[in-house]
């Protein structure tokens, strides 16, 4: 069963300003680098060779995947004025600890929690999805704790 992919607007221009740099930049560069080592001879023994052939089948895998997801993702934007949290949403949580943290609620193909953008899927994403402002919300981690989260601030 294929999953629905789901983007929001920056997350498809994103991956849009990442496929032109592949595709205009990087794709030309590797072409450069393989002309190059395969003028230094045999290249069954050339490692320039095979880290640049290696390098290509990367990034021509990761355009496969940009231009798959691109051509079958929803894009969502968050509802303009809402109390819920949906895809798209900022918000703002008090944890068990007291700390605050700050997390935009995404589709799984831009997650990256190093810079709050948690996934919809994640079990803090999905657990958040649909709660209010000033909701307690548990979430089970994938390592068997339980960690609370109280809503402070929802905005777009």
């Known amino acids: 069963m294929v999953k629905d992919i789901i983007l929001t607007p920056e997350g498809r221009v994103k991956l849009e300003q990442e496929l032109h ?3 205009t930049v990087k794709r030309p560069e590797i072409g450069e680098r393989i002309k190059v080592a395969r003028e230094f001879g045999d290249i069954s023994e050339n490692s320039e060779y095979d880290d640049a052939k290696t390098e290509q ?9 940009i231009i798959q997801i691109l051509s079958t993702a929803t894009v969502v934007e968050a509802p303009k004025r809402s109390n819920k949290v949906s895809v798209g949403s900022v918000v703002t949580v008090r944890m068990g600890d007291e700390s605050e943290r700050t997390f935009t609620i995404v589709g799984a193909a831009e997650a990256d929690i190093s810079s709050g953008r ?39």
């Open 57 to 65: 089948a990367w990034m021509e895998s990761r355009i496969a995947e």
């Open 21 to 23: 740099e592949l595709e």
């Open 118 to 156: 948690i996934s919809n899927e994640s079990p803090v994403g999905a657990a958040l999805l649909g709660a209010k402002k000033n909701d307690v919300v548990n979430v089970d981690t994938p390592k068997g704790t339980q960690l609370e989260f109280t809503i402070l601030k929802i905005s777009k």
